[in-house]
């Protein structure tokens, strides 16, 4: 179980602040059920009986009262009355969160949403139960589909959802998108030693099963990675750059971390220093797959030719990475080898069927071989992708490799030189 502490001046109900607990049934008031549920409950939520009556009226000043039990055996004879209930559901799911029994709150939130799937804070809530119930792949699942639907009225539960679904995905070697995840906390103001933790565990692609003791030189080196990356989500560049330097200067062998501070570098446009740090994450590892793919996008803009060596041989040693077949598929086509790049980016495609600018890239290789009827296919999906702005967290291009290639350089890969 996690001890994450928010600031004291925001705590939530959570099982990993024990320290600060404040039950999500203060937090999450009656009226602030009222707003999520407004407009989604049914008109079968309105009390058939005045037994239902009673025993609603009842649960809800046991809950107020912090009468827990009491209020926990109320709401379920009142949901046997009136199983399609809203409120009685997310009422019950928070009591039995709030006393740890996650196993029961999962179904009641379950319940919910079965009866309003497009609430997002039950989402969230079903996650973090999963999460404490070791089922990570449903949690992960869930914790998501609430970033997509968004948690309503409030902030701070929103803001231990995206640790949770952070700590997740680093679980899932997801590290781009833990990064993600976890910058917005960053970004946010959020300090905490779990989060420093987890962003420096993010940038140097490691999962928290394999993370150091703690008090060891490598415990160290992922803390002060984290703080320099908490640094660069508050834009204090210089910092963070100060940061980084120190430690590649204290710990050169370290795996990823030359490469971790080339990412930084790439974050405030050095380019050419980014690259260095690289390079000697590959002297280090010469198959350091994501510092190949860094350096290959990156030549792209200046040196196609020189990039496609890069991606070769990252293709050819990671070839279960769909990315590196992507981009060494559109160096190939920079590079005149429109035959060569074809399947490349085919298999980009099966892997990110809803990417837009695979099928941009396919379309132009396909139009350059004359296979005019596919180039055709490619380049109507992916106006209808682009329209409707179909880029899936968790499902695309940029997100189907460890912490790599920045979104940023990786649109360049698609807009940075005209295609035919």
Request: proline share 5%; glycine share 6%; charged share 25%.
């Given at each position: 179980?996690?001890?994450?502490?928010?600031?004291?001046?925001?705590?939530?109900?959570?099982?990993?602040?024990?320290?600060?607990?404040?039950?999500?049934?203060?937090?999450?008031?009656?009226?602030?059920?009222?707003f999520?549920f407004?407009?989604?409950?049914?008109?079968?939520?309105?009390?058939p009986?005045?037994?239902?009556?009673?025993?609603?009226?009842?649960?809800?000043?046991?809950?107020d009262?912090?009468?827990?039990?009491?209020?926990?055996?109320?709401?379920t004879?009142?949901?046997?009355?009136?199983?399609?209930?809203?409120?009685?559901?997310?009422?019950?799911?928070t009591?039995?969160?709030?006393?740890?029994?996650y196993?029961?709150?999962?179904?009641?939130?379950?319940?919910?949403?079965?009866?309003?799937?497009?609430?997002?804070?039950?989402?969230a809530?079903?996650?973090?139960?999963?999460?404490?119930?070791?089922?990570?792949?449903?949690?992960?699942?869930?914790?998501?589909?609430?970033e997509?639907l968004?948690?309503?009225?409030?902030?701070?539960?929103?803001?231990?959802?995206?640790?949770?679904?952070?700590?997740l995905?680093?679980?899932?070697?997801?590290?781009g998108?833990?990064?993600?995840?976890?910058?917005?906390?960053?970004?946010?103001?959020?300090?905490?030693?779990?989060?420093?933790?987890?962003?420096?565990?993010?940038?140097?692609?490691?999962?928290?099963?394999?993370?150091?003791?703690?008090?060891?030189?490598?415990?160290?080196?992922?803390?002060?990675?984290?703080?320099?990356?908490?640094?660069?989500?508050?834009?204090?560049?210089?910092?963070?750059k100060?940061?980084?330097?120190e430690?590649?200067?204290?710990?050169?062998?370290?795996?990823?971390?030359?490469?971790?501070?080339?990412?930084?570098?790439?974050?405030?446009?050095?380019?050419?220093?980014?690259?260095?740090?690289?390079?000697?994450?590959?002297?280090?590892?010469?198959q350091?797959?994501?510092?190949l793919?860094?350096v290959?996008?990156?030549?792209?803009?200046?040196?196609?030719?020189?990039?496609?060596?890069?991606?070769?041989?990252?293709a050819?040693?990671?070839?279960?990475?769909?990315?590196?077949?992507?981009?060494?598929?559109?160096?190939r086509?920079?590079?005149?080898?429109?035959?060569?790049?074809?399947p490349e980016?085919?298999?980009?495609?099966?892997?990110?069927?809803?990417?837009?600018?695979?099928?941009?890239?396919?379309?132009?290789?396909?139009?350059?071989?004359?296979?005019?009827?596919e180039?055709?296919?490619?380049?109507?999906?992916?106006?209808?992708?682009?329209?409707?702005?179909?880029?899936?967290?968790?499902?695309?291009?940029?997100?189907?490799?460890?912490?790599?290639?920045?979104e940023?350089?990786?649109?360049?890969?698609?807009?940075?030189?005209?295609?035919?």
């Amino acid at each position: 179980m996690f001890s994450f502490q928010f600031p004291c001046s925001a705590r939530i109900s959570l099982p990993t602040c024990p320290a600060t607990r404040l039950r999500l049934t203060v937090i999450l008031s009656l009226a602030a059920f009222l707003f999520l549920f407004s407009g989604n409950a049914s008109p079968q939520t309105k009390a058939p009986s005045a037994n239902f009556a009673t025993l609603s009226k009842q649960a809800a000043e046991a809950r107020d009262a912090d009468r827990l039990d009491e209020a926990a055996a109320l709401y379920t004879k009142a949901l046997d009355l009136q199983p399609k209930w809203i409120e009685g559901w997310w009422s019950l799911g928070t009591i039995e969160y709030d006393q740890d029994q996650y196993a029961k709150a999962a179904r009641d939130f379950e319940k919910l949403i079965a009866l309003d799937a497009a609430n997002g804070t039950a989402h969230a809530m079903l996650g973090l139960c999963q999460f404490e119930l070791g089922k990570d792949e449903s949690a992960l699942k869930n914790l998501l589909e609430a970033e997509r639907l968004n948690i309503v009225k409030d902030e701070q539960l929103r803001k231990v959802a995206l640790y949770h679904l952070g700590v997740l995905q680093l679980r899932a070697r997801k590290y781009g998108d833990a990064k993600e995840s976890l910058d917005q906390l960053a970004k946010d103001g959020v300090r905490t030693k779990e989060l420093i933790t987890a962003l420096g565990l993010a940038a140097l692609l490691v999962r928290p099963q394999e993370a150091p003791p703690e008090g060891t030189a490598g415990a160290s080196v992922i803390e002060r990675a984290g703080e320099a990356e908490a640094l660069l989500g508050a834009k204090d560049f210089e910092q963070a750059k100060k940061r980084y330097a120190e430690l590649t200067s204290e710990f050169p062998d370290y795996p990823n971390l030359h490469f971790a501070f080339g990412r930084l570098l790439l974050e405030t446009n050095e380019t050419d220093e980014a690259v260095e740090e690289f390079q000697r994450e590959l002297k280090r590892d010469p198959q350091n797959v994501n510092s190949l793919l860094e350096v290959a996008s990156v030549r792209y803009l200046v040196d196609s030719q020189d990039g496609l060596r890069y991606a070769e041989e990252a293709a050819k040693l990671a070839p279960q990475r769909p990315f590196a077949h992507y981009l060494l598929g559109v160096l190939r086509l920079d590079t005149g080898n429109a035959a060569g790049a074809v399947p490349e980016l085919e298999i980009a495609q099966k892997a990110f069927p809803k990417e837009p600018r695979v099928y941009f890239s396919l379309g132009n290789a396909y139009a350059r071989v004359s296979r005019k009827a596919e180039a055709a296919k490619a380049r109507a999906e992916f106006s209808r992708l682009h329209a409707q702005e179909v880029i899936q967290r968790g499902s695309n291009v940029y997100s189907g490799q460890p912490a790599g290639v920045s979104e940023g350089q990786l649109r360049t890969l698609d807009t940075g030189k005209p295609q035919q």
